[in-house]
Structures are given as C-alpha cells and as structure tokens.
C-alpha cells in the first residue's frame, strides 16, 4: 500500500499509564488506508535524508509549532441527554432518570429531532478532539441509527447502541421497549444495519449491545443480550455500579454482585465498556480482568451521581483497564479535556479525604492520586485497549486520529513566560488551560476531518 500523507509534527502521547513521550519534529507517513507506516523520531540516523525526500511528497503537512495529541476516546456518552447538559442535576439518579432523563430520551421517535440533536453533538465532540465515542442511543432504532449515520457522515469513529430497558415495573410506558421479544429483535436488527453501514466506512461504526443497566432489564432480556453478543461478537456497554441505589438494588434482587450477573448473563466480554464501577470491590476487579473487560471512568457525573470516587489506582493496580467516558448529561461536559481535569482533582480528594472532624491521617485513603498523565492515558491508550483497537499512541501500526493543538491561539493564548521550560509542562498546560479554540485541526484514520 502507498503512503498517502507525511506529517512533520511535535507530539505527545502515552504509551505506558503514568508515562508520557515527547517526540520533536517527527515524521509521520501515513498509508491510503489511515494506519501509521512509520514514525520517524528526530535522532533516527535517516531523518534528515527520509526528511529531505518526504517534503517534496504532495501530501506533506509541516505543522510547526503547533503540538500534535492522541483524538480522545470518550467511551461513555448518552447522545440523547445532549439537550440537558448541565441541567437537572440536584436530584438522586433514579429521580433524574424519571423526572428528566426519560421524557427526553422518549422524544427520539422523532427522528428529525434526533437528527438535528446528533449533528449538533458530534460536530462539539469533534470540535473538542474527540475522534471516537461509544454513544447510547435510546430504545429507538430509527433514530440510533441516525446517530450511526452522523458519525459515519462527519468522520468520527462511533460505536452506537440501541437501548434496551425492557422491565415493565421499572420503566414508564411511555418509555420502554414494547416486550422482551422486541427488545432483543429490534437490538438485532439494529446490529446488522449498523454492521451493514460500517462496511463503506473507513474509520468504522461499529453496534454495541446496550443494556441500560441491570435494573432496567427483565432477566429473559439480559440472558438474551448476552446469546446476541455471542453470536455477533459485539460491543457491549452498560452502566455497572455506579451508585448506592443500583449497586445495592441489584444485589438485592440477585443475592450477587452488579459484576457477577453482568458476567452470568455474558455480558462482561473483551469488548465490554462498563461505565462507572464506583462500587467494583477486588472480587469484582478480578473478574473485570480476567475476562478483559473495562470500566469506563466518569468522574464528572460521578460527581454528582455516584456517592464515591472510583478508586482508579487500586483497580488499575488490580488489573483493570480503565477508560474515560464523558456521560453527558450526568456530566455536563462534552468535553474529555475537563473529564481529565476532573479525573485528577476527584483523586485528589479521595487521596486526602473530606471530612474535616477527622484528623489527616484517617481523612483519606493513601496512594489514590491520578496525575494528569495517567488521566490523559485513560483518555487515549486506555480507551484503545477498551476498545481492543490500535488506537491512543504514534505508532507504527495504530490508527492515524489525532488533534493539532495551537497554544498561541489569539481566542486562547497560553501562559508561555518561564525559562527553561521541560517538555512535560507544555503537556500539562495544554491538559489545563486549552480549550476548544485551541484544537485547530482533528484527523481520523488519517483524514481531515475539521480545520478551524
Ligand atoms: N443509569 C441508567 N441510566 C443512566 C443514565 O442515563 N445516566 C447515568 N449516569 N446513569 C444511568
Ligand atoms: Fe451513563
């Protein structure tokens, strides 16, 4: 295969959780297919002579000062709750899912709203570097497939679910799926025309098995999602742990674990992205990473919802992949900028704790601070390997989606009067301080997706 386009770039990215690369002025080729070819660092002893050859190519971008990042992966979104980001969020999670979260979701029978809404949201996701997202839809499969369609349509990588909340005590009439046959039905038909879709896609739609969360699915349902993922090898998603209120419903009406019957019913897969898990105990993690599926961190809606801050360190340190999920409109963001920021700072009160009755020593729980380098891996390696794609890192072999960063935008110009400044703090003020004006350019699988 040819090499399509050649890229002359800084770049940061995070190979290994807690540590990140600076590469100066590398050299990028990238083939017509949008893998990376190559990734030239500028000590190798051919630069000069590979540079010198490359820059005359058609295709050849010098991007100067600008700083290259890794797309994000924001692994965990409602598409629907676009409309309330920011609103609603006083109440406790099952009350918000009553009072607000469900009359919106019903609104997607109308597909020309659904349309109007998920243009919006994916070209703010874009514009704010985010190149793949695993959306819940809602029960509707017309308007999800919509979504499919915008993400193919605007160039970013989606994983898309059609919603399955089948229980006829736990969920309105307005809002639910009809009965248990059709869920499943519908999930299936909704799983071969997002498969038939993503054939004439480069970057990839893919269908993702959608359970909204054990409370909302009768058991004929669970079992049946996880024959359906079986037999498609899908994606799954679904919430897991997230608060006191489901964690302990769930255990109540089981006599086990949220991770125990997601796992009973084969829901917890490779391919599965299970968000929150603010309540995972170790028994939990080691099923997590025994079967290789990942938590997707929330930390902003966690906020608000969860009533604990995911531990990150004692479950990555239990094997756990961990993702980034934005869980718009738990979280109000659409952006994984401020959901690093925020993944940091909740680890930060974990660490030191709270209460201050307590003295120092008992207020908080030691060795559970995230840094702003380990948040920005969750943002982008750890949600490759959630994704069990070649996607988050500059290398020979991965996906080619990334985001082109001025810091001297004049929308937002970033403090840059220290001397002597090393290369990581550039990072950090980059993670800090940019906003969207910032991101001036995204590419996915190695097109150009927007320039600003
Ligand atoms: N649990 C079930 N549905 C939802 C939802 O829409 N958002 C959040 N944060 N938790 C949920
Ligand atoms: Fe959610």
């Excluded at 001297?408 to 001397?419: E, R």
Aim: aromatic share 10%.
């Amino acid at each position: 295969m040819t090499i399509k386009n050649i890229f002359k770039a800084s770049l940061f990215h995070s190979i290994h959780y807690g540590k990140i690369e600076f590469l100066k002025d590398a050299v990028i080729t990238v083939l017509e297919n949008g893998i990376i070819n190559e990734v030239i660092k500028n000590n190798d002893p051919n630069y000069v002579e590979k540079l010198t050859e490359y820059s005359s190519h058609q295709n050849f971008y010098d991007f100067g000062d600008k700083i290259l990042l890794p797309g994000f992966i924001d692994l965990h979104i409602h598409a629907p709750q676009w409309p309330q980001a920011g609103l609603a969020l006083d109440d406790e999670l099952s009350c918000w899912l009553d009072n607000f979260t469900f009359p919106l979701e019903a609104k997607y029978e109308d597909v020309n709203y659904a349309k109007e809404v998920y243009t919006d949201l994916v070209k703010t996701l874009l514009a704010n570097g985010t190149t793949s997202a695993m959306y819940f839809g809602t029960i509707h499969n017309e308007a999800t497939l919509e979504l499919a369609k915008i993400c193919a349509d605007l160039g970013q990588r989606g994983f898309v679910g059609k919603v399955v909340m089948d229980d006829k005590t736990m969920n309105p009439n307005f809002y639910r799926d009809y009965s248990t046959k059709e869920a499943l039905k519908n999930t299936e038909q909704f799983i071969k025309d997002v498969t038939a879709l993503g054939k004439n896609v480069p970057q990839g739609v893919y269908p993702v098995i959608t359970p909204r969360f054990v409370p909302s699915c009768t058991d004929e349902a669970l079992k049946g999602l996880g024959v359906l993922a079986k037999k498609y090898n899908t994606y799954i998603q679904s919430h897991c742990s997230e608060s006191d209120w489901e964690h302990n419903f769930v255990s109540e009406r089981f006599g086990r674990r949220d991770t125990e019957v997601l796992a009973s019913f084969g829901l917890l897969t490779d391919k599965a992205v299970m968000a929150h898990g603010n309540f995972i105990n170790s028994r939990d993690a080691k099923i997590f990473s025994h079967n290789h599926s990942s938590v997707c961190h929330c930390p902003i809606s966690n906020s608000y919802f969860a009533n604990a801050v995911l531990p990150v360190n004692k479950l990555k340190n239990e094997g756990v992949n961990i993702c980034l999920g934005t869980d718009i409109s738990g979280g109000f963001s659409p952006s994984l900028y401020d959901n690093i920021k925020q993944t940091v700072m909740s680890s930060r009160l974990l660490n030191d704790g709270v209460d201050n009755n307590l003295p120092s020593n008992q207020r908080g729980i030691n060795n559970s601070k995230v840094s702003i380098f380990e948040a920005f891996y969750l943002a982008t390696h750890g949600g490759g390997k959630a994704l069990k794609l070649p996607l988050g890192i500059f290398k020979k072999g991965y996906i080619c989606d990334f985001q082109v960063i001025d810091i001297s935008t004049p929308n937002n110009k970033l403090p840059n009067y220290l001397d002597n400044e090393e290369d990581k703090h550039l990072l950090q003020k980059i993670l800090y301080l940019s906003t969207k004006e910032n991101i001036r350019e995204v590419w996915i699988q190695g097109k150009r997706v927007l320039k600003k």
